[in-house]
Structures are given as structure tokens and as C-alpha cells.
């Protein structure tokens, strides 16, 4: 039997959708997220439930209908399960990608833990810069952070452009789970969204510009592509990127690299921003803010954009401008420390990187209910306002499966062909079909649009 919960409630309240609707998503079979102090279950089928609701009234608005004519969706658990650990299933070439590298974890230092992230070169190479490492290995990571306290080694660490927080032993200041603000340009965006389309799929014709990074955003971005957008990620040629990260995330959209700071291909950028009917960014704030890309100013020259930013902790305070990750957060909000070990006093993880991929799919919910309103709307989300919202409001009320009905992986894993050879992969958990092919080569796409 199809069920709904108090997160989807809350989750689809605090996107500003109809109370009346949320009865309207359901939800079935068994979940592959595990017990635990935090109702991760919960948090994982509320965002899925609330992206596919969202899907469900864009298309029902483009067929000329309206919300009240959104038809009843179910969503399965044990397929939000696989797709919140799509990177466990990754398969390339039935090779395992590389998820976090040797000199990213936890470490004991002298008074408490430290959480390092050090998967990208220059992330790695500022740690080792900043703690005077001999070598870049575990062993002297361990002895170096072992000798100093967590904040200290947190702040030389940052100091010279790398990544280490502290483990916190208690939660973070609360956050919102989703900021929403209006350019009064509603309606301007509509020429890719009339109902006289009736388009096979709810976001069909819609053009996504995608700068986001790692796993968040470019959830929030495949998903749409998913939907039938036309999703076009812009990256720049100095800042690499993992295949395997965008093996996993890079289904539902194409790739190419701009440098904004080259006069010729920050042109070739503003002809793409005069194109797109969606934004969507996963920089720390101020980061575009520098190229004259930040919400205000995009919507101040597009009032009908839908711009949809996302960041690690948040759009106000000391730590708002700082870079994070999933594990990071997890780390500084206390989160690492409800799911550490007792006996050892050693800090633990979700079972998911669920603050990645939850605030994902809630980023996706929120562009898809902004572009039903006609667009111009800003929307912000970052991976601390999800943790506070598992922490403090998702109520833990999902009830156990049916008896007999244990999860499974492998009715949700997929093989396609992609620009990386074949791909085993977790299909998506929206009820919306799935993606036809993986992703090309990151950065190996045309800087244009396709023909609408």
C-alpha cells in the first residue's frame, strides 16, 4: 500500500507547494538505508518524492491543466536507496571508480578528530602544503594531524585553500532548508513552456545551465535532464574533474569547458545565459559573484531565469563562503559525531552521502515548481540547511517494510553505454522512466544549445 510521511510534508511545504497535494506521492517496498540515530530513510524518500511531485504538477500546468490535476505517483524505496549510493553500484568498464582518495578520512588529532577531503590535486596539495607533510601519504597525514589540535589543523588547512573541519561534537546552528526569493519577472520564461507543447516529459525544451560541481548540483542537474531538459554543463580548463564523479553524475546533460576570464569564450558564455531558461550553480557564495554570475545580477538581466544556487554550509554566517563537501559537513555539523563509535570515541558516517544527494533532488524539486510558476525566482539550498533539517524536523515515521519484502540492489542497477565505455549504474528513483545512454567525456560536448 502507497503511504506518505511527515518529511515529504515538510519537504514540499517548505518548496511552497499545496498541502492538499502531498497526498498525492506514496511510497513502497523496503529501504537499503539501514538503522541508525537520524532518519536518513526518511530524509532520502521525502526529496525523491517531492522532485517527482514537482514533476508531476510541471505537467500537468504544460498540458494545460493545472496542480489539482496532478495524478497520484508512488515511489519506490529500495530504488532511492540504490540511486543515494549510485557511487557504491558505479561500475566503468566493470572496473570500481575511485571514491575517496588516501589522504581523505578521519584523523586523530590531539584533542578530538579532524575530517580531511583531498580528492582533487590541488585540494591534496594545499594539505600537504599547509601541515608541512614530508610526503604525501597517510603515515605523515596521520603523524601531522596527531601532534596539533582539530581547530588548528582546520584552519591552517583552509588557510591555504584545502579542506579540514573539525569534528564537531554537537550540531550546528539551525539553517532553512530552502531559501525562496521572486524577481517579479514571472511569465517571461514561457516561451519554452507553453501548454500547447503537451511535451512527453514535464521539463522538455527547457535549457538548464549547469555550474555545479561534484555531487549535489549535478544530481540536481541530471534529474532535470532526466525530465527531458536540455541540460548543458559549463566547466572551467583550470579546475579538473574526476571521471569517475562524472561517470556517476553526468547522465542527462552534455559537458564543455569556457574560461570566463578569456574575452572570446565569456561571449560564448553570454550567448548560452541568453539562451537558458535555468541556472543552476554549486559555488561557495562569492565565488561568481566576481564574473558579475551572481542570483541578483542574473535576474536583474533575465527576471523570468529560474536561478537555483546550492552550496556546502549555508548563505550566512563565518562559514558561508568556505568550500565543503558532504563528508565535510557531515563532520563540522555534528552529524559524524551522532554515528560515531562509543567505545573508541571515533566518528561515523550516514549511510549515504544523503546531504549530497538529498539537497539534489530538493534543488530539482525547486526549479521544476519555479518553472510551473512562470520562473523568475531565485532559489538557494546548501548541503547544512539538509542537515539541519535531518537533525531537528524529519520525523522518523517511515514504517517498516511489508513482511517478506527485503531490499535489494539489483532490480535498480542499469548497464548503458557512455563516452567511459559501459556503465553499470543505479537507475534514476523518479517514476518518470530512465535515461537512454551515460554521460559523454566530461568536457568533450559543443559550447551550444540544442535546437528546440
Given amino acids: 500500500m502507497a503511504i506518505f510521511d511527515g518529511g515529504t510534508r515538510q519537504a514540499w511545504g517548505a518548496l511552497g507547494g499545496a498541502d492538499e497535494l502531498v497526498g498525492r506521492v506514496g511510497y513502497r517496498g523496503a529501504s537499503g538505508l539501514g538503522e541508525g540515530p537520524l532518519p536518513v530513510r526518511e530524509l532520502a524518500r521525502a526529496t525523491v518524492g517531492v522532485c517527482a511531485l514537482a514533476a508531476a504538477e510541471l505537467a500537468a500546468v504544460r498540458a494545460g491543466g493545472s496542480a489539482d490535476d496532478v ?12 540511486a543515494f549510493v549510485s557511487e557504491r553500484h558505479l561500475r566503468v568498464g566493470g572496473r570500481e571508480p575511485v ?55 582546520q584552519e591552517l588547512v583552509y588557510g591555504e585553500g584545502g579542506l579540514a573541519v573539525a569534528v564537531a561534537g554537537g550540531y550546528g546552528d539551525p539553517q532553512p532548508l530552502v531559501e525562496v526569493g521572486e524577481s517579479g519577472g514571472a511569465g517571461s520564461a514561457g516561451r519554452a513552456l507553453g501548454p ?37 554543463r559549463i566547466d572551467s580548463p583550470r579546475l579538473p574533474e574526476s571521471d569517475d564523479a562524472y561517470a556517476d ?35 561557495r557564495p562569492g565565488a561568481l559573484e566576481r564574473y558579475g554570475l551572481g542570483a ?68 530539482a524539486a525547486g526549479v521544476l515548481r519555479a518553472l510551473a510558476a512562470g520562473g523568475g525566482r531565485s532559489l538557494r539550498f546548501s548541503l547544512a540547511g539538509t542537515a539541519s533539517w535531518l537533525v531537528r524536523e524529519v520525523p522518523a515515521d517511515a514504517p517498516a517494510a511489508p513482511p517478506g519484502q527485503v531490499y535489494a540492489a539489483e532490480p535498480w542497477l542499469r548497464e548503458v553505454d557512455s563516452g567511459y565505455g559501459v556503465l553499470r549504474c543505479a537507475g534514476s528513483p523518479l517514476p518518470f522512466g530512465q535515461w537512454g545512454r551515460g554521460p559523454s567525456r566530461w568536457g568533450t560536448d559543443r559550447a551550444q544549445w540544442l535546437p528546440r
Fill in 71 to 82: 495524478e497520484p505517483l508512488v515511489v519506490d524505496e529500495g530504488a532511492v536507496a540504490t
Fill in 99 to 153: 571514491t575517496f582518495a588516501p589522504l581523505s578520512g578521519f584523523w586523530r588529532a590531539a584533542d578530538g578528530w579532524v575530517r580531511t577531503h583531498a580528492n582533487y590535486p590541488h585540494h591534496r596539495a594545499a594539505l600537504v602544503r599547509a601541515l608541512g607533510l614530508p610526503s604525501a601519504t597517510p603515515e605523515a597525514l596521520r603523524d601531522a594531524v596527531a601532534g596539533r589540535g582539530a581547530v588548528e589543523v
Fill in 196 to 232: 500547447g507543447a503537451l511535451p512527453s516529459l514535464p521539463a522538455a525544451g527547457v535549457r538548464v545551465l549547469d555550474l555545479t560541481r561534484v555531487i549535489a548540483g549535478p544530481v540536481a542537474t541530471r534529474t532535470l535532464g532526466l525530465l527531458g531538459a536540455d541540460v548543458l
Fill in 249 to 283: 553524475t553526468g547522465f542527462g546533460k552534455r559537458s564543455a569547458l569556457l574560461d570566463l576570464a578569456d574575452a572570446g569564450e565569456r561571449a560564448v558564455f553570454e550567448g548560452l545565459l541568453a539562451g537558458a531558461d535555468v541556472v543552476v550553480t554549486g559555488y
Fill in 296 to 363: 541578483d545580477e542574473l535576474l536583474e538581466r533575465r527576471p523570468g531565469l529560474v536561478v537555483a544556487q546550492l552550496c556546502a554550509w549555508g548563505w550566512q554566517g563565518p562559514w558561508a563562503g568556505r568550500r565543503g563537501f558532504d563528508s565535510l559537513v557531515q563532520a563540522g555539523y555534528g552529524v559524524a559525531a551522532a554515528y560515531g563509535d562509543g567505545a573508541s570515541g571515533a566518528p561515523g558516517v550516514l549511510p549515504a552521502q544523503a546531504l549530497d544527494h538529498g539537497t539534489g533532488y530538493l534543488a
